[in-house]
């Protein structure tokens, strides 16, 4: 009888290991997909209303102050801003691993994308809500 000779990745994966596969690089590929369709139609409604029905120009605090004066738009606009961080950062993220191999430097570089990212994410939300 010929034996049969397993590689590492042909063996059987018990289900506990295969539970442990949904880790948090699991979940972030599964956000980069969802958020990528949400933002694509977030940035589409975006573009028609700001360039197609409204010229640029004509976007005045006055614009924006009566468009805010329906919460749906906040809740919009927070959307776009938020989901377009964390899709960007995350996908900063993603260019960080693979790029940055020290891991001193790394830290550094991801340490500052992150603060960026969350002082910018600050910033929008306190502008969306505040806004008069």
Do not use: C
Request: glycine letters at 6%.
């Amino acid at each position: 009888m010929a034996s049969v000779i397993k590689s590492p990745q042909s063996r059987d994966v018990s289900p506990q290991r295969r539970a442990s596969r949904q880790n948090f690089e699991t979940w972030s590929w599964l956000f980069m997909r969802v958020s990528g369709i949400i933002l694509f139609f977030l940035a589409l409604v975006h573009f028609f209303i700001m360039h197609i029905l409204h010229d640029v120009t004509t976007t005045t605090v006055a614009f924006v102050a009566a468009r805010y004066q329906n919460p749906l738009w906040k809740i919009f606009d927070w959307l776009l801003l938020s989901l377009g961080l964390l899709h960007g950062t995350n996908g900063l993220r993603y260019i960080m691993d693979d790029y940055v191999r020290s891991p001193l430097k790394r830290v550094l570089v991801k340490s500052t994308v992150y603060g960026v990212s969350g002082i910018l994410f600050f910033v929008g939300t306190l502008t969306i809500i505040t806004f008069k």
